[in-house]
């Protein structure tokens, strides 16, 4: 056998403890399976904490990176303390220093992917992320390697376990967001800051790099589109429900050949949609490919282990290639002429929600509205709400976004409506 | 760039004649993607047919599959001829003139990878085989690289598009067996003899080759406890419905540790399970790894294209490794020490429907069988039939094939019970 590769791990949180954990522990399937041995050299990590199950004499801590990043025995450098600083400045001293790197920091990636690989190819050396995105799904992996003969058309994605959580308690218990928010952070599903999970934005730094690697092009995080859960009420998943809908948090890429749709928001998915039955903390990513046809990849999105066995799977393979002396054609990115189709352009069925008082014309004067927008109507339902009030249930077909936003506003304005309670964008 | 790859391809059937319009069509994209280009040099089979959108100028046409064998300039070999002979020999040949080897041939790959791999490994050259099983969804390469990090202890497979269709259908439309078949071989997605897959043979090869892989083992083919839908009723499906269960054509491979089960035989499958809404011809793979715990990945089992994405994610893997002049450690399977479990040792609910006479004591009778031989109830529900005749359907919990047989032969002779009518394992 080869001789061994040498491991720096930078950070020691819950994703290093499980590498550290699978390399202890799964030693000898690794070292059969990558060709030579793998070993833990080094652990940098500002506030070590001895965790249960790991032997901690095996390895050197350090409190200073440089100590990897500098060490001409460690072949592959492993990056686990997220954020863009300092984990930027580590990763690019350590490709300079001609190391292979894996990460899984979605942030970094998703904001400076484009400057790092080019970094990496000059160097000869690889930048490995399967981890940054969807935990234990090995997605990045199948769309650069065993799917590589394909062009996709879509990507839709169920890439947060947490607003998956929510939203499949809120579906089961009927119990609104709030309340299942405020248990999921009591539980540690949830932080105490929920904005990053709640509001989409975890999900836009995952939809960035799956859309770069699916589309050919690296895209700027800034210009997708997002809405978060915090609106979804338990009415509006109860009235889903009774048409044969759930309501799943999506990250979303359509490619249209010269323009891209990137949005993370909230979708009514017919239940027998493959990703309509991804429940609790879980993820799966779907694809439409050129030649493969529909392919869906189900799995943990997140967790010490699942997480943890992303990077070693990551670092098996730098291991096979690490006679090669080059960067893997797996990172290969284009740069496919694209632009983002603003959101105005979009085409979708809608589902609305509107609160109206409860008299004679109401419905006429809302479908006028539509109607002068070209929006067509495919269902309304109305329930009476008592006290002269009732409650609009609108489905829509196919229609442009600025058309459909043109005619809530025109029907916002009515005198009769007194609240647009729901605006969801539906998906075949 | 580096210098072009050149392919020879054997068989221009189906498959084969994806593989040339991925080749003609997608060549730049798989070119960045492998780093070199991907050229098809020559094509042998006995009965070429021109195929609509395929350019035939751009390739030799040969009868002789030894032009390709014997021609130094031809890099990888694609098999496409399927069957054991002459096959075999032609890949034997191909690895001993050190080409690297790509089959879509699941029963040689089952009957015979043991040799085939050591044969490659001798002669430093890659044999892969992702079109093998289950057409467009890249499992072999997800278990051999990106989840290599993990050993599994569960694979439950939905691999046989046939049968998937089958059994969606009598779900979906209240038919019967032999009317879908009928119309499944009408359509062309049942051959005219249909034994291959309604009785589980295609699916045993692709479980012995998707096992060997997870249980890190050779197994053999024969071993492999088999049984087919064909007895399987609309009758079975509406109760199966009735409790929120669905029935699968499964592939089922579980690791003890020291012992394997595997067989091949349909499942009364919970309606949440993940794999219960794989639904037509498409198929689905279902494992549980140490490390990443449950993951699913789902996809087209078969057909032109979805299949060559399959052959041509290999072609790329080996192109972007075909200097390092040695076989992949991707390759690198071991013979873990373990033997198959018996059937009779299997543990497993069950769903059984008896016809019996409708007339006080027979459910006594039945109840005391299963005391006898251990096996506890969970369920038990009777329909009249009417004419003194009744239906009993139970489930059990769980309990040892054996012992679970035992009581069944013991209630198949008792003068009150005219039939055992159906006996289906169930899983949680």
């Known amino acids: ?14 994703i290093g403890t499980g590498v550290a954990r699978i390399l202890q522990n799964d030693g000898d399937t690794l070292a059969r399976r990558a060709g030579r041995p793998l070993t833990l050299k080094t652990v940098a990590e500002l506030k070590f904490l001895a965790k249960e199950g790991i032997d901690a004499t095996r390895f050197t801590v350090t409190k200073d990176a440089t100590d990897i990043i500098s060490d001409p025995e460690i072949d592959i450098v492993i990056e686990l303390i ?8 580590f990763i690019e001293g350590a490709l300079r220093n001609k190391k292979h790197v894996i990460t899984a920091n979605k ?11 080019a970094l990496a190819r000059e160097n000869n050396v690889n930048l490995n992320f399967e981890a940054s995105t969807c935990g234990g799904i090995p997605i990045i992996n199948a769309m650069t390697s065993a799917l590589c003969a394909n062009s996709f058309s879509v990507l839709y994605g169920i890439v947060n376990g947490t607003t998956n959580y929510i939203l499949t308690r809120m579906q089961k218990e009927h119990v609104s967001f709030a309340d299942v928010l405020k248990d999921a952070q009591r539980l540690g599903y949830a932080e105490a800051d929920p904005s990053s999970d709640v509001d989409g934005h975890d999900i836009a730094y995952k939809l960035c790099i799956l859309a770069s690697i699916a589309f050919n092009h690296f895209f700027d995080i800034n210009e997708i589109h ?6 979804i009420s ?3 998943i109860e009235i889903a429900t009774s048409y044969g809908y759930v309501i799943k948090m999506l990250a979303i890429g359509v490619n249209h050949g010269d323009t891209v749709e990137l949005r993370v928001h909230p979708v009514m998915l017919p239940a027998a949609h493959p990703l309509a039955s991804v429940n609790g903390a879980f993820n799966a990513v779907f694809v439409e490919g050129s030649n493969v046809g529909q392919s869906m990849f189900y799995g943990r999105g997140a967790g010490e282990l699942p997480t943890a066995s992303a990077v070693m799977g990551d670092a098996v393979e730098i291991a096979r290639r690490l006679d090669a002396g080059r960067t893997s054609e797996a990172l290969n990115f284009g740069s496919a002429p694209c632009r983002l189709m603003p959101m105005d352009d979009i085409v979708s069925m809608y589902y609305l929600r509107f609160a109206v008082d409860d008299r004679p014309g109401v419905l006429a004067q809302i479908s006028r509205a539509f109607g002068d927008n070209d929006v067509s109507i495919k269902l309304v339902k109305q329930d009476d709400l008592g006290n002269r009030r009732a409650e609009l249930n609108i489905m829509t077909h196919e229609v442009r976004e600025s058309k459909l936003q043109a005619a809530v506003r025109e029907i916002a304005a009515l005198p ?4 647009v309670c729901s605006l969801i964008r539906m998906s075949s």
């Open 107 to 117: 942030e970094l990636i998703a904001k400076h992917g484009r400057e790092l690989f």
């Open 416 to 419: 009769t409506v007194n609240e």
């Open 226 to 231: 997002r809405e978060g859960i915090s609106r």
């Open 82 to 89: 997220g954020g863009v600083q300092p984990a930027r400045s």
């Open 234 to 236: 338990h009415r509006d």
């Open 1 to 14: 056998m080869a001789k061994p590769v040498h491991i720096g791990l930078i950070g020691f949180g819950t």
